[in-house]
């Protein structure tokens, strides 16, 4: 049974909760606002960005807007003009957005999609008036396009995976500058009526003076967006495009590498290959969209950073594929990461033997497909399919042949090449429905994913790969009180299936470690051929109100919880109980724009009743009258017991300690602006750890970019595991001697990026980035006692010894322990590398794009023996052997209907 006395959360921070709870303004009614589109009748728009031609004249502008930035509600200090014509098959958006007189207009360019410190205009439309969904179409004053989405009542987070095809045009004259829109209809999505009726706001963002102005305010302290917007009438007869879109492309590549032996037959540090494939984009009726890819190529996506994982649990990279990135927030709904779509196509899990072998790098997707959508009844469906090939590694063996049929045996070399399955063929499906309800106040959704793989029993695959896998659960959300409060929460399951040896895989991995001996309430069974597993939450918050927010959070996973198929968990077997409250400002004064003060407090169980560190935790954050902006924040953790640190032994005390750290900003809407941050930690066992990271970004007249991301960290780890060795007569700690050490560690990292825009459809983008790191264990030992982080430290305890090793036999520690020996891992590391990536991107014609790719990947070793990583270090990569890669890919839209 579990102890929850032993929470230990404080009684106050749960009293203030609760009041901030129960007291606040609940929202207010308003009076919707209304815009008129009006049709075409006569000459069709010349998309220029002039608004000379006649409709213009006879349409109906709207010029009502106000401040949300600085002074909310205020009148700015500029007019803004905005209307909207229609046809058959096109909405067009115009704008006049005057200046103040003798002022600088921001018009750097920038590629698409990425809308920088530039004066902007964004139209957002709620197509369904669902009072919930909203489609962003934005302009830049030097004419660069981007789009979102938003999938939930919110102003963030916005989705800019969308990619539509649709067009605009800027016009720049001396006291304003004119923007002109075309959006096809077939690029929306809106339920078939007659008369159409669509939620609209404008935003003008003009960063020069800091003035974010609105056609509809939203105000400051509520979380609202779309459930606030006017009302777009005007649009009748027209319909919902059952459009056909079809994406071919074709690629060429090649690989050159010096990480090769040149007895190594499968390669002379050359790879060249071409392929061709398609995408396809259909209409399914009025509501729906079918989107498939066949024989993917991903040629053009920006390569992962360096990093250096000690843990044991695996780093997980954000997804940059177009195919899984557009649209990818309805299937991750709040709750478990079900699917991380980076599964997909990942490397194969198993390996080739013998003196040299050819391995894949990555499975091959055959197809995917997925239908997304949003039915007139408010249900948001979406469902993906993907197919990956087997995959086959190659392995060869040079061996001596002893002929003996002669009279004297001859002695030969003999090579042979055997093929091995390294990934059986997988079929991967996610499914999701979303309900909404009270227009769009209470939504109810459910998502289900699955994962079968065609592998036999007696394959060698079937200890590394479930068979199958499946996954699952509901979700809700409840906003009452006019949005002010939301009781949200989740529930779920996983199943997988597999043989006996992978099932105990399974139990014994990070995720799980059932193999713990003095775990009560799991035990590891190596017959069982099944896993199943649970999840549940529930979060009840004050979401809106002038200045009090808060919230008490409950989750639960159980132990044999599992979503590693097709999605992501670190650990399961936990139960965390939590709470926090936010006072803030958002009402400007004599020297903040806004601030905010917030504390919260969490523990953690397993299911055996063990109790996991305690944090409290505690923050404020301002930005000042200038828009620069600051935040400072600390935590005090209270040590705890640990089921994860020995890697699958038993249970082990964690330090408490505290930690800290601080963020300045200058004015992000400053073309050169930057960001300064650090951070420290101390635990009581003399554990430190401090890093100092920044950012600065600055335009080099309109069309260059520069920007960089310095990283610096070093640290004194108290504890990091280094080994377990198995010693029968070691009965304290079960048989095994669990052996940690202190780590001394350095990082240093360089992320630079530098982009010239030709114009908004080309541009030329670098990125590179240097790394270096180092780490030394010293003062190694091993755990005395279970529930305890105390070191028997080998060469100080009575009775031992231990010596560094590196001869033909290895390089390792050397421990004595009276009359036992033992070999503990040699783990220090230096690691230097280097990441480039050069893209040229043209978009040669409407939704058609061309690519050329460099990609340059230097890494090894520096002889560093010290903790610490110098900043000169960083050049010793450019010294390494490395790899390029070389791409050209093109492909062409083809709007069939």
């Given at each position: 049974?579990?102890?929850?006395?032993?929470?230990?959360?404080?009684?106050?921070?749960?009293?203030?909760?609760?009041?901030?709870?129960?007291?606040?303004?609940?929202?207010?009614?308003?009076?919707?606002?209304?815009?008129?589109?009006?049709?075409?009748?006569?000459?069709?728009?010349?998309?220029?960005?002039?608004?000379?031609?006649?409709?213009?004249?006879?349409?109906?502008?709207?010029?009502?807007?106000?401040?949300?930035?600085?002074?909310?509600?205020?009148?700015?200090?500029?007019?803004?003009?905005?209307?909207?014509?229609?046809?058959?098959?096109?909405?067009?958006?115009?704008?006049?957005?005057?200046?103040?007189?003798?002022?600088?207009?921001?018009?750097?360019?920038?590629?698409?999609?990425r809308q920088g410190p530039v004066e902007?205009?964004?139209?957002?439309?709620?197509?369904?008036?669902?009072?919930?969904?909203?489609?962003?179409?934005?302009?830049?004053?030097?004419?660069?396009?981007?789009?979102?989405?938003?999938?939930?009542?919110?102003?963030?987070?916005?989705?800019?995976?969308?990619?539509?095809?649709?067009?605009?045009?800027?016009?720049?004259?001396?006291?304003?500058?004119?923007?002109?829109?075309?959006?096809?209809?077939?690029?929306?999505?809106?339920?078939?009526?007659?008369?159409?009726?669509?939620?609209?706001?404008?935003?003008?963002?003009?960063?020069?003076?800091?003035?974010?102005?609105?056609?509809?305010?939203?105000?400051?302290?509520?979380?609202?967006?779309?459930?606030?917007?006017?009302?777009?009438?005007?649009?009748?007869?027209?319909?919902?495009?059952?459009?056909?879109?079809?994406?071919?492309?074709?690629?060429?590549?090649?690989?050159?590498?010096?990480?090769?032996?040149?007895?190594?037959?499968?390669?002379?540090?050359?790879?060249?290959?071409?392929?061709?494939?398609?995408?396809?984009?259909?209409?399914?009726?009025?509501?729906?969209?079918?989107?498939?890819?066949?024989?993917?190529?991903?040629?053009?996506?920006?390569?992962?950073?360096?990093?250096?994982?000690?843990?044991?649990?695996?780093?997980?990279?954000?997804?940059?594929?177009?195919?899984?990135?557009?649209?990818?927030?309805?299937?991750?709904?709040?709750?478990?990461?079900?699917?991380?779509?980076?599964?997909?196509?990942?490397?194969?899990?198993?390996?080739?033997?013998?003196?040299?072998?050819?391995?894949?790098?990555?499975?091959?997707?055959?197809?995917?497909?997925?239908?997304?959508?949003?039915?007139?009844?408010?249900?948001?469906?979406?469902?993906?399919?993907?197919?990956?090939?087997?995959?086959?590694?190659?392995?060869?063996?040079?061996?001596?042949?002893?002929?003996?049929?002669?009279?004297?045996?001859?002695?030969?070399?003999?090579?042979?090449?055997?093929?091995?399955?390294?990934?059986?063929?997988?079929?991967?499906?996610?499914?999701?429905?979303?309900?909404?309800?009270?227009?769009?106040?209470?939504?109810?959704?459910?998502?289900?994913?699955?994962?079968?793989?065609?592998?036999?029993?007696?394959?060698?695959?079937?200890?590394?790969?479930?068979?199958?896998?499946?996954?699952?659960?509901?979700?809700?959300?409840?906003?009452?009180?006019?949005?002010?409060?939301?009781?949200?929460?989740?529930?779920?399951?996983?199943?997988?299936?597999?043989?006996?040896?992978?099932?105990?895989?399974?139990?014994?991995?990070?995720?799980?470690?059932?193999?713990?001996?003095?775990?009560?309430?799991?035990?590891?069974?190596?017959?069982?051929?099944?896993?199943?597993?649970?999840?549940?939450?529930?979060?009840?918050?004050?979401?809106?109100?002038?200045?009090?927010?808060?919230?008490?959070?409950?989750?639960?996973?159980?132990?044999?919880?599992?979503?590693?198929?097709?999605?992501?968990?670190?650990?399961?077997?936990?139960?965390?109980?939590?709470s926090w409250v936010e006072y803030r400002?958002?009402?400007?004064?004599?020297?903040?724009?806004?601030?905010?003060?917030?504390?919260?407090?969490?523990?953690?169980?397993?299911?055996?009743?063990?109790?996991?560190?305690?944090?409290?935790?505690?923050?404020?954050?301002?930005?000042?009258?200038?828009?620069?902006?600051?935040?400072?924040?600390?935590?005090?953790?209270?040590?705890?017991?640990?089921?994860?640190?020995?890697?699958?032994?038993?249970?082990?005390?964690?330090?408490?300690?505290?930690?800290?750290?601080?963020?300045?900003?200058?004015?992000?809407?400053?073309?050169?602006?930057?960001?300064?941050?650090?951070?420290?930690?101390?635990?009581?066992?003399?554990?430190?750890?401090?890093?100092?990271?920044?950012?600065?970004?600055?335009?080099?007249?309109?069309?260059?970019?520069?920007?960089?991301?310095?990283?610096?960290?070093?640290?004194?780890?108290?504890?990091?595991?280094?080994?377990?060795?198995?010693?029968?007569?070691?009965?304290?700690?079960?048989?095994?001697?669990?052996?940690?050490?202190?780590?001394?560690?350095?990082?240093?990292?360089?992320?630079?990026?530098?982009?010239?825009?030709?114009?908004?459809?080309?541009?030329?983008?670098?990125?590179?980035?240097?790394?270096?790191?180092?780490?030394?264990?010293?003062?190694?030992?091993?755990?005395?006692?279970?529930?305890?982080?105390?070191?028997?430290?080998?060469?100080?305890?009575?009775?031992?010894?231990?010596?560094?090793?590196?001869?033909?036999?290895?390089?390792?520690?050397?421990?004595?322990?009276?009359?036992?020996?033992?070999?503990?891992?040699?783990?220090?590391?230096?690691?230097?590398?280097?990441?480039?990536?050069?893209?040229?991107?043209?978009?040669?014609?409407?939704?058609?794009?061309?690519?050329?790719?460099?990609?340059?990947?230097?890494?090894?070793s520096y002889d560093n023996r010290g903790?610490?990583?110098?900043?000169?270090?960083?050049?010793?990569?450019?010294?390494?052997?490395?790899?390029?890669?070389?791409?050209?890919?093109?492909?062409?839209?083809?709007?069939?209907?």
């Amino acid at each position: 049974m579990i102890d929850f006395s032993r929470c230990r959360l404080s009684a106050g921070t749960i009293v203030i909760v609760l009041v901030c709870l129960v007291t606040g303004a609940i929202g207010q009614e308003f009076e919707r606002k209304e815009m008129e589109a009006v049709r075409i009748n006569g000459t069709p728009i010349e998309l220029d960005g002039v608004l000379d031609e006649a409709a213009w004249k006879q349409a109906k502008f709207v010029s009502d807007f106000l401040q949300k930035e600085p002074d909310e509600n205020g009148q700015p200090q500029v007019r803004t003009e905005v209307a909207i014509l229609y046809d058959d098959n096109s909405l067009y958006i115009g704008g006049r957005m005057y200046t103040l007189e003798g002022e600088t207009l921001r018009a750097h360019l920038d590629r698409r999609d990425r809308q920088g410190p530039v004066e902007q205009l964004i139209v957002s439309l709620d197509t369904y008036l669902d009072r919930r969904t909203a489609y962003g179409f934005g302009i830049t004053a030097s004419g660069v396009r981007f789009d979102r989405t938003q999938k939930d009542d919110r102003e963030n987070p916005k989705d800019f995976s969308f990619d539509p095809v649709w067009e605009a045009q800027t016009s720049v004259n001396g006291d304003s500058w004119t923007a002109e829109m075309r959006i096809p209809f077939s690029q929306l999505r809106f339920i078939n009526q007659e008369e159409q009726v669509w939620g609209i706001n404008i935003n003008r963002w003009i960063p020069t003076r800091f003035e974010d102005i609105f056609w509809v305010v939203i105000p400051r302290g509520e979380q609202a967006w779309s459930s606030h917007f006017g009302n777009l009438v005007g649009i009748s007869g027209i319909e919902p495009a059952r459009r056909l879109e079809v994406l071919p492309y074709a690629a060429s590549d090649g690989s050159f590498t010096d990480w090769y032996d040149k007895d190594d037959p499968f390669t002379d540090g050359s790879d060249l290959a071409g392929r061709m494939g398609a995408d396809l984009k259909m209409g399914l009726g009025p509501n729906l969209t079918l989107e498939a890819t066949f024989n993917p190529d991903f040629g053009q996506v920006e390569a992962d950073p360096a990093v250096v994982n000690l843990s044991q649990y695996e780093t997980y990279f954000p997804e940059r594929r177009p195919f899984f990135t557009e649209g990818n927030e309805l299937f991750r709904p709040s709750g478990p990461d079900y699917f991380y779509s980076r599964r997909i196509g990942a490397a194969p899990h198993g390996w080739a033997d013998g003196d040299f072998t050819d391995q894949p790098d990555n499975t091959t997707i055959l197809g995917a497909s997925k239908i997304t959508g949003r039915l007139s009844s408010g249900t948001s469906i979406g469902i993906l399919s993907a197919v990956t090939a087997r995959e086959h590694a190659k392995g060869f063996f040079s061996y001596f042949e002893v002929d003996s049929s002669g009279p004297i045996p001859d002695t030969t070399w003999a090579d042979s090449t055997h093929k091995f399955e390294v990934e059986p063929p997988a079929f991967y499906n996610v499914a999701r429905v979303q309900q909404e309800l009270r227009n769009g106040a209470t939504t109810v959704g459910a998502i289900l994913t699955s994962t079968i793989r065609d592998v036999d029993n007696k394959s060698s695959l079937s200890s590394v790969v479930n068979k199958q896998a499946y996954s699952g659960g509901v979700d809700w959300r409840h906003r009452f009180a006019s949005n002010t409060y939301e009781f949200a929460g989740w529930a779920g399951f996983s199943h997988v299936r597999g043989s006996a040896e992978r099932i105990a895989n399974v139990q014994s991995n990070s995720t799980h470690y059932y193999q713990r001996p003095d775990a009560g309430h799991v035990s590891f069974d190596p017959t069982r051929t099944s896993l199943s597993g649970y999840t549940a939450s529930a979060h009840f918050s004050k979401i809106s109100g002038r200045h009090w927010v808060g919230g008490i959070d409950f989750d639960a996973e159980s132990p044999g919880f599992e979503l590693n198929d097709v999605g992501e968990l670190s650990s399961a077997d936990d139960i965390v109980l939590g709470s926090w409250v936010e006072y803030r400002e958002q009402t400007p004064g004599p020297l903040f724009r806004n601030y905010n003060f917030w504390t919260s407090v969490n523990t953690s169980w397993n299911f055996d009743g063990v109790q996991g560190q305690r944090h409290h935790n505690f923050g404020a954050h301002c930005t000042w009258l200038n828009n620069w902006g600051a935040s400072l924040s600390g935590a005090r953790h209270i040590g705890g017991l640990s089921d994860s640190r020995t890697r699958g032994g038993p249970l082990m005390a964690q330090e408490s300690g505290w930690s800290a750290s601080a963020w300045l900003n200058s004015n992000h809407a400053l073309a050169t602006n930057f960001g300064l941050g650090a951070s420290m930690y101390k635990d009581d066992l003399d554990g430190w750890d401090y890093s100092l990271n920044g950012n600065f970004s600055t335009r080099i007249g309109t069309r260059l970019q520069l920007s960089l991301y310095p990283r610096f960290s070093r640290s004194d780890g108290s504890r990091q595991w280094v080994d377990a060795i198995g010693d029968s007569t070691i009965t304290e700690t079960y048989g095994r001697r669990y052996v940690f050490a202190r780590i001394r560690q350095s990082s240093i990292s360089m992320q630079i990026r530098a982009n010239y825009f030709f114009t908004p459809d080309l541009s030329l983008e670098v990125y590179a980035q240097p790394f270096v790191a180092s780490g030394q264990y010293y003062d190694h030992g091993e755990l005395v006692r279970p529930e305890t982080n105390e070191l028997r430290t080998y060469g100080e305890a009575p009775g031992t010894t231990i010596q560094e090793i590196n001869d033909t036999t290895g390089h390792y520690y050397e421990v004595t322990d009276g009359t036992d020996t033992l070999n503990v891992r040699y783990r220090d590391y230096s690691r230097v590398s280097f990441r480039s990536n050069v893209v040229l991107r043209w978009e040669w014609s409407a939704g058609s794009i061309l690519y050329l790719v460099w990609q340059r990947n230097l890494a090894g070793s520096y002889d560093n023996r010290g903790y610490r990583a110098r900043p000169g270090d960083l050049f010793d990569a450019f010294g390494e052997d490395g790899s390029d890669f070389v791409a050209l890919k093109i492909s062409y839209w083809i709007p069939v209907t």
